[in-house]
């Protein structure tokens, strides 16, 4: 065991600063006091599991917060009680819950405020409307919107919830899982039709899924709503992740899924590659 832990409860006047936090002889008695060594501890603790979205085994916890595995065990399960982490067998992962507590905080980071500007240009270009999302359980959350001149029916905002599988920004964010992820997202996800177009087949959605993800965009029409039609790209972060999606809206009768793909697209792959400048610089 690490000596620094077997330390962490017996602290004495003279014991050293670990790289825990925990406090020196040598710091002011009111940074002693102000210190809290347990959420440091927690923070690491999501910072791991973030960094390992697939999920990691308590022992695979234990050694890179150089934790023991008792230490360890409380921080996951006290995360998981809170709802902020899940447990799949012996896998812990973050939860969606760290998207609703984020979410006021997403609307006005400074990813999406970069973003704006180049989601506008599109925007402006066809008078539809730019948004972006992220992927928050089955659902996706729209995280920035850039509404267009014209009216669409669905009211949408920053904080929107709409599921996942039948919108072409949720099928880019799942295109970015592997094959067996997406059968099981499918076979946990309610499935359901929302307009008469709204394709329910799970063996249907995984082939239209991954082929998003070959064609790296995706296409939904009038599956959300009759009338309505959305284009979709992904955003990716420097290891080449799927991050966020960004899409344009339109109805029926303004374009055809042809026209979308011919004049949209590479306006929106543009916008999507001027977005992934910003990950490169972080």
Not at 18 to 28: L, Q
Not at 46 to 61: D, F, R, T
Not at 96 to 109: H, N
Not at 133 to 153: F, H, K, N, Q, T
Request: glycine share 6%.
């Amino acid at each position: 065991m690490n000596q620094n832990l077997r330390n962490v409860n017996r602290i004495g006047p003279m014991m050293d600063h670990d790289k825990y936090g925990v406090a020196s002889v040598n710091e002011p008695p009111e940074q002693n006091r102000d210190h809290v060594t347990s959420v440091e501890r927690g923070l690491q603790v999501i910072e791991i599991l973030a960094a390992n979205p697939a999920g990691l085994s308590l022992s695979e916890v234990a050694e890179k917060a150089e934790f023991t595995r008792a230490q360890a065990r409380r921080f996951l399960l006290t995360l998981t009680a809170t709802g902020y982490a899940t447990q799949d067998g012996r896998k812990f992962m973050l939860s969606p819950r760290l998207i609703s507590v984020a979410r006021t905080w997403l609307s006005g980071a400074p990813l999406w405020s970069f973003a704006e500007p180049f989601m506008r240009e599109v925007s402006q270009a066809f008078s539809e409307s730019c948004s972006a999302a992220v992927l928050s359980g089955e659902d996706v959350v729209y995280v920035a919107r850039m509404p267009g001149r014209r009216i669409v029916s669905v009211s949408l905002h920053v904080g929107t919830r709409l599921p996942a599988f039948c919108t072409a920004m949720g099928r880019v964010l799942l295109s970015g899982l592997s094959p067996a992820e997406v059968e099981a997202f499918l076979a946990r996800a309610q499935i359901r039709a929302l307009s008469p177009k709204t394709e329910t087949d799970r063996s249907r959605l995984k082939a239209i899924i991954l082929q998003a993800g070959r064609d790296d965009f995706a296409i939904v029409d009038e599956e959300l709503e009759l009338g309505l039609r959305s284009i979709a790209v992904p955003i990716r972060d420097r290891t080449g992740g799927i991050v966020a999606a960004i899409n344009v809206s339109t109805q029926t009768a303004r374009h055809s899924c042809a026209e979308m793909e011919r004049t949209i697209l590479p306006r929106l792959k543009a916008a999507a590659a001027r977005i992934e400048d910003f990950f490169v610089v972080q």
